[in-house]
């Protein structure tokens, strides 16, 4: 019988607050950077030698997540419990890129992990029409762009995939439709996409769950205006637009539609990337294989993950050390710092995964909790971030943890010996430093230029970003939070505190209805 | 006589400390919407109504300013006094844009304005023989592209001022040069770019005030190296390349280039955007007379900004709501939301600026202090936010204070009316929702539907992002950031926090010279 108890109930959560703290620079040895090192799904790895955790401290996390059943936790999920407790909705992100753990999930009259196969199929055979030109636009012309119209989960995480594959895809010579995505209900986002777009061999692809999202319809309008008002005889706006949706929202019974990929209400937005959400767009940018790829390198990852000795499992370790720094040593936000200009957009995609299922005050019940839950997260891609915000990271008054991300190769394999060493090798020279700088810091006698050092971080990495690599890291980050959210004792799958803007919002669109507050500011901005 | 004390030194701090707290929900009225509102130059207001500062507490602010002299240590700084201690230089960048005080500043055997000026002439003629197609690439087309290579400085602040033109040039028919951008060491973002650029028609930007940046040198030998074995005959590499710099280094000295333009010591990497390391970029892509707007609305501000009532000077209460925010109510970072697509990037520029310039934990006598300096800088565009981390802003655990931004009107005017309003309705709807949900929040019987408000939040807002509001709104924030290294007795104006990285990442392309922790790391990277 699993138990859900507040993080501030366990007897693991007092011992580890009673446990002596270690400090980053009495840990870190070579040894510990050998061994503090855990195999990942995709040929990745999670090092952990610059972490504040002794083996005592290890130990404690081991036995607060054993405790808490996170394990167990995890496989009932898995197996098709309702783990979304406020929506009262299964959880089924996993089940889009495999069965991990071989269980039929009967839900709504099908079998869940068909009807994400058949989605798949769909994707695989449109996607291969499209982009062996049986497909074509409405003027006769091949589809050479894919356009995304999509916000929160279902821009995000897509965009930033679709970035870190760009170059691989490059690099490798595989064929490839330019992406543009469209998000904003600001006006101008959609113009300056538009601007870059030939309509006639363009597809948009419209991306909203519920088929209402006031941003996604708008901007599709938009759109059908733009091209209705195009000087291009015969062309069909509606035969260059495909939907992702639910079977049960409006949009999927708009049949004007070139086609329509379906996800389900136990998919939510921001673990939608490996759904049709995702797949659709990265399935036609880079070939179904691609995309598959990236499946399977997810799925990888998912199965290690069910693994419950800490040590060897890196998406718990990370979700426990991550606990560990914001309760206990009470650190309140982390920084994502992939040494990959491929991974431009990964924090931004994981800044929403993070805090849009960890930012929430109440446990799952709906009691509040009495402890801090999930961190503030921020990121850009190294070295750039070095010569920016790291002044803080390295010299400020506060510590924030830090997750380095790097990999042995570049993806274009364009690159060149300058001052005798390639790019690729400057590059990772400077993320091996940085790790080293923060953790050991470095005395002077000009106070201005010495380093407290004990800054905290981590380190995945691997040989290249690939697409099965690039999957494998997208699930460790999802099992992370999800690892953290029964830590913290939370519901990780919904989002009640977006909803409240969005009904102000209508009300400002009404007239403001006698909210005299809402009309002042009304005022000042419409 | 100006005197330089700790925060914590000041009778103002603990006046502010023993005074009653006040909240944002008691404190907001539409009276308050009205009043709490100052202008900026550029035709910008700042507005401070949703911030937790009651009247008593705004005097205590006013009173803690005066105590610290902040409007004369501004002036000192505008009148060439020595302001960065820690490598004892004059702090120039307003009179890049003008000359607030009328100060004849002599430095290095030359006056300083008449510098500026001299080089902002030298960036006028250049950018119109450019554009009127007279300076040509060497097989003799016109350029139509230009790629600025820097990296921290020399590429955040440009480029996020040129995403935020981009619309404004299109929607007023202003020419425009395509502008790019490679920054990052990592090979693949040069690849990515490069793989858009035709040579031919490509004017590359070389910006490093030392001239020995390691990232902007690599790039500058790969680009070159591209371009000779580019099959394009007659093609000078070295005639499609400018260089920014300071007099005395090395790129100076290169007389192949097609031209230089020159900076000084005096304007620091996150302050230059407003020198020749945004002006040449800017004046090319959109013509000078833009960057001269550019530069008025700036001049405007740092007028406005001299202003010794708090009331009435939009910077120093910004910067002083922010120190009460960090200091007295420990929130530890704020999060920059700007409702306007083209501003993606300006909250990057943002966190450079901010992080760091008071990301220190030494005063500017390199004593260290016992009170905490500047604060983590994060953020993305609404209404892109809302769909993502605003969950936790809402209704986490922590309180993050907002920093909004808005406009009434759009850039590319290309909007329509869908649903009964137009898309920059509803932006600014959501907008004014936003700010009312975060102070008021909701009661709720289901808590998981509660929200607490009182989270602060203020709103810079205006008509259009013009370039004049643009050079305004990048004044305020650099002028805030300046106060609050006031405030806290800090230079913010190096960075010593970024040395140490750099040398260690030396000795790992050196070998490693014996350092067994560099090995290790480097052995799994490299």
């Known amino acids: 019988m699993i138990e859900y108890v507040n993080l501030d109930a366990t007897k693991g959560y007092k011992a580890l607050q009673d446990m002596k703290r270690s400090s980053v620079k009495d840990l870190l040895t070579t040894d510990r950077v050998r061994s503090a090192d855990i195999a990942l799904g995709g040929g990745l790895r999670y090092n952990w030698a610059a972490m504040p955790v002794s083996d005592e401290i290890v130990d404690g996390l081991q036995a607060l997540a054993d405790e808490e059943g996170l394990i167990d936790k995890y496989k009932a999920l898995l197996s098709g419990e309702m783990m979304n407790t406020g929506e009262k909705r299964l959880v089924l992100h996993h089940l889009t890129r495999g069965n991990v753990l071989g269980v039929k999930i009967e839900k709504d009259g099908e079998e869940k992990g068909a009807f994400y196969a058949s989605v798949l199929d769909s994707i695989r055979e449109f996607s291969e029409k499209?982009?062996?030109?049986?497909?074509?636009?409405?003027?006769?012309?091949?589809?050479?762009?894919?356009?995304?119209?999509?916000?929160?989960?279902?821009?995000?995480?897509?965009?930033?995939?679709?970035?870190?594959?760009?170059?691989?895809?490059d690099g490798e010579g595989v064929k490839t439709l330019n992406a543009e995505f469209i998000s904003n209900v600001d006006p101008d986002d959609a113009a300056a996409v538009i601007e870059r777009l030939d309509f006639e061999t363009t597809l948009f692809i419209l991306v909203s769950k519920?088929?209402?999202?006031?941003?996604?319809?708008?901007?599709?309008?938009?759109?059908?205006?733009?091209?209705?008002?195009?000087?291009?005889?015969?062309?069909?706006?509606?035969?260059?637009?495909?939907?992702?949706?639910?079977?049960?929202?409006?949009?999927?019974?708009?049949?004007?539609?070139?086609?329509?990929?379906?996800?389900?209400?136990?998919?939510?937005?921001?673990?939608?990337?490996?759904?049709?959400?995702?797949?659709?767009?990265?399935?036609?940018?880079f070939g179904f294989d691609t995309f598959r790829a990236l499946l399977e390198g997810a799925h990888e990852e998912d199965v290690k993950a069910t693994e419950c000795d800490i040590r060897k499992n890196g998406a718990l370790m990370d979700a426990m050390i991550g606990f560990y720094l914001r309760n206990i040593m009470g650190?309140?936000?982390?920084?994502?710092?992939?040494?990959?200009?491929?991974?431009?957009r990964f924090p931004a995609h994981l800044q929403q995964l993070d805090m849009e299922s960890n930012g929430k005050h109440v446990?799952?019940?709906?009691?509040?909790?009495?402890?801090?839950?999930?961190?503030?997260?921020?990121?850009?891609?190294?070295?750039?971030?070095?010569?920016?915000?790291?002044?803080?990271?390295?010299?400020?008054?506060?510590?924030?943890?830090?997750?380095?991300?790097?990999?042995?190769?570049?993806?274009?394999?364009?690159?060149?010996?300058?001052?005798?060493?390639t790019s690729q090798s400057k590059l990772n020279a400077n993320l091996a430093a940085q790790i080293a700088a923060f953790a050991r810091g470095k005395d002077d006698e000009n106070t201005n230029k010495e380093f407290d050092g004990n800054r905290p971080s981590s380190l995945i990495y691997g040989d290249k970003l690939t697409p099965k690599a690039l999957g494998a890291l997208l699930a460790h980050y999802e099992n992370k939070v999800m690892f953290q959210g029964f830590v913290w004792n939370l519901n990780s799958f919904d989002q009640e505190g977006v909803q409240l803007g969005k009904v102000l919002a209508k009300k400002v669109l009404a007239g403001c209805e006698g909210d005299e507050l809402l009309k002042a500011y009304a005022d000042l901005l419409i």
Chains 1, 2 share one sequence.
Request: proline fraction near 6%.
């Open 363 to 421: 446990n799952r019940f709906g009691e509040k909790v009495s402890y801090p839950t999930g961190p503030v997260i921020f990121g850009e891609p190294g070295t750039n971030g070095q010569h920016s915000f790291y002044q803080l990271l390295h010299q400020g008054t506060d510590i924030v943890p830090l997750q380095f991300i790097g990999f042995r190769h570049c993806q274009y394999g364009k690159d060149i010996e300058t001052a005798g060493s």
């Open 331 to 344: 650190y309140p936000s982390t920084a994502i710092l992939p040494y990959s200009q491929a991974l431009s």
């Open 210 to 285: 519920s088929g209402t999202t006031q941003e996604t319809l708008t901007n599709r309008d938009l759109v059908l205006e733009t091209l209705k008002k195009a000087p291009v005889e015969g062309l069909v706006p509606s035969k260059h637009m495909v939907a992702v949706t639910s079977k049960t929202s409006p949009l999927a019974k708009d049949e004007s539609m070139l086609a329509a990929f379906f996800m389900d209400d136990y998919i939510g937005g921001r673990y939608s990337s490996t759904s049709a959400v995702g797949g659709v767009v990265l399935s036609l940018a």
């Open 130 to 169: 499209v982009r062996s030109g049986e497909i074509k636009g409405s003027t006769g012309k091949p589809f050479k762009t894919v356009c995304q119209i999509g916000i929160g989960g279902s821009d995000l995480g897509p965009r930033a995939l679709y970035l870190a594959l760009k170059g691989w895809a």
